[in-house]
């Protein structure tokens, strides 16, 4: 049924999600020579999650990519500094290495995008 391919599709994309985000854990430790693992790969799934909530998805809806990225990087700074109490030693390489910011923050939008497109599309 249509119910049942919606939800297999929805399994499918998690298991993307976490693929991408444990690539992007290993890009992050080759780089830069840190030891992240599973708790920063849950870390960064609950930023994605968290910021699917913000109003950014209706500001998605509006604009185009390159209009929601200011928007975007205020919620990023606001829910890495949420972060800090989880982890302050992710928190502070993040936020002592530009670079590494930055990957995040572009990792972090690139996915929310992908996210609200492909929601787009099952409605």
Do not use: H
């Not at 990957?103 to 787009?120: G, M, R, T, V």
């Amino acid at each position: 049924s249509r119910a049942e391919k919606k939800f297999k599709r929805k399994l499918e994309l998690k298991e993307e999600e976490l693929t991408r985000i444990s690539e992007f854990i290993d890009m992050i430790n080759f780089q830069f020579g840190t030891y992240y693992g599973e708790y920063e790969i849950d870390l960064i799934q609950q930023m994605m999650i968290n910021l699917m909530k913000k109003n950014l998805i209706d500001e998605i809806s509006k604009r185009n990519k390159d209009e929601i990225k200011p928007l975007f990087q205020k919620y990023y700074n606001k829910e890495l500094k949420n972060k800090i109490k989880s982890n302050k030693t992710l928190y502070n390489d993040i936020n002592n290495n530009i670079e590494m910011k930055n990957l995040l923050e572009d990792f972090l939008f690139d996915e929310l995008y992908e996210k609200y497109e492909f929601i787009n599309l099952l409605n």
